[in-house]
């Protein structure tokens, strides 16, 4: 158990609905990282925010957007789905200890999307 | 990022230990190495990183070598449930911190 928690663990919608995607990072974590996994396209890096801003993009696109709120969560959101999204989403918070950065992401188990 | 290549894919016998090399030959004076690995389908994890010294854990050793072009991660004594992507990524330590997850190297542990 890595300790970040990421729900709905599955999720069926059909194109063009929009889905939230929720993550709670480890106690203490400040950083939230989002990624997509497709069977094509490997692990890609999404989005990340440290205590309430964004602060790096990757290949997120427009249709996505996240947020992390005061008490450190995280969402996803997923709008004008397409088949092309179906994919395994995963979170990550990186760990601190003291203050400092050990440089380890914690991974959630990942939310499994599939657009039908 | 430096850039890293690991091979494919690569078999190992359960009990024997795992060495699983990755290049990174391009990489700088502030970057470290990580090693993560994703069960099927799981969240990736964490196993070990390293600066330019050997490192040992709970999970694995790395060995880095001394131009830090290459390293090698090893599973001391592969189980089946070793059975995983093992990604090998070079990253700054930084508080602006993402990983760039490669294709990485496909290990089974066969009994």
């Known amino acids: 158990d890595s300790g970040v928690t990421q729900t709905p663990k599955h999720l069926i919608t059909a194109t063009g609905q929009r889905v939230t995607l929720r993550c709670s990072p480890r106690s203490g974590d400040l950083s939230v990282y989002w990624y997509q996994q497709s069977l094509d396209q490997g692990l890609q890096f999404l989005i990340q925010y440290y205590n309430g801003e964004e602060r790096a993009k990757g290949n997120i696109l427009e249709r996505f957007s996240a947020q992390q709120f005061p008490d450190l969560h995280s969402e996803l959101n997923l709008s004008s789905l397409e088949l092309g999204d179906s994919a395994l989403y995963f979170c990550?918070?990186?760990?601190?200890?003291?203050?400092?950065?050990?440089?380890?992401?914690?991974f959630g188990e990942g939310s499994r999307l599939t657009v039908l | 990022d430096a850039k890293t290549t690991q091979p494919t894919s690569m078999d190992c016998a359960e009990g024997r230990a795992a060495n699983l090399p990755c290049n990174h030959s391009?990489?700088?004076?502030?970057?470290?190495v990580y090693w993560y690995r994703q069960i099927h389908s799981q969240g990736p994890q964490y196993i070990i990183h390293?600066?330019?010294n050997n490192e040992t854990n709970e999970m694995a050793s790395l060995i880095i070598t001394e131009d830090r072009k290459s390293s090698t991660l090893i599973l001391p004594h592969a189980t089946l449930r070793d059975t995983a992507v093992y990604y090998c990524i070079v990253r700054p330590l930084s508080n602006d911190y993402k990983l760039s997850f490669g294709a990485g190297t496909t290990v089974t542990v066969r009994a």
């Open positions: 391009t990489i700088s004076g502030n970057e470290y």
């Open positions: 390293g600066l330019k």
């Open positions: 990550a918070s990186r760990g601190t200890s003291g203050g400092s950065n050990t440089g380890e992401l914690f």
